[in-house]
């Protein structure tokens, strides 16, 4: 089964500033999807980006992006220009040719004023 | 508004009791999911259903039992609840099973068993 790891479960940022959360991933496949979930305090799942394995450009929407490393199984996400509404538990994960996703455990962001 | 619903929102529940978790889309999706929420383990799969009338199991299936007899429903029952089944639970839905489709994910039910 395919693993899904993010290695710092919590992070902080000053609002205005840069933040980047880790993800890196375990996998045998070669076309397979990979998105960053964002979850408030209200429990609703956001999806934030996704990215396509096959694409080697880097997925962009607004103030996040991602650095995705195909070879080495890195998918990190950029998210500029912090703002206090980006806190949250952020989720990296993969999502198999069958179409089951696989989560990590979170990083926790909190955005400081 | 379209989306996903599930009900109750949160549920205390004596250990040994049935209970069924409820999920409705009218999206008209054809694939489901429902996962577990635990504190730092992030969510995991339940159990699937690609199209209506199919299950899968997921990765922690025992102890859950789902059916998915129409396109929009697709219920979560706990045969007999213990005290390890405490976690939120969500519900999920894509268009297609295909890796591209995005999860939907529905508010979420928080279960307590004691």
């Known amino acids: 089964a395919q693993t899904v790891t993010q290695s710092q479960p919590e992070m902080s940022v000053q609002e205005a500033e840069t933040v980047t959360l880790s993800c890196t991933y375990d996998?045998?496949?070669?076309?397979?999807?990979l998105f960053w979930y964002k979850q408030p305090p209200s429990r609703q799942m956001i999806l934030v980006i996704r990215?396509?394995?096959?694409?080697?450009q880097n997925a962009t929407e607004n103030r996040f992006s991602v650095n995705f490393q195909k070879a080495a199984k890195s998918f990190s996400l950029k998210i500029s220009d912090s703002q206090l509404g980006d806190a949250a538990m952020y989720f990296c994960?993969?999502?198999?040719?069958?179409?089951?996703?696989?989560f990590g455990r979170g990083t926790q962001l909190t955005v400081w004023p | 508004i379209a989306g996903i619903t599930q009900a109750p929102t949160s549920q205390i529940l004596a250990a040994g009791r049935r209970m069924t978790l409820r999920c409705t889309q009218d999206m008209r999706h054809n694939a489901m999911y429902w996962y577990r929420q635990d504190l730092g383990l992030g969510l995991r799969l339940i159990h699937y259903s690609n199209t209506a009338g199919t299950t899968g199991k997921g990765e922690v299936p025992d102890g859950y039992s789902v059916s998915r007899a129409n396109t929009d429903d697709f219920p979560l029952t706990l045969a007999s609840a213990v005290p390890s089944q405490t976690s939120v639970y969500f519900c999920a839905s894509s268009e297609k099973p295909s890796s591209y489709n995005e999860q939907f994910f529905g508010p979420g039910t928080r279960l307590t068993v004691l």
């Open positions: 996998t045998s496949e070669s076309d397979y999807y």
């Open positions: 994960a993969y999502r198999s040719r069958l179409g089951r996703l696989y």
């Open positions: 990215q396509e394995a096959y694409k080697q």
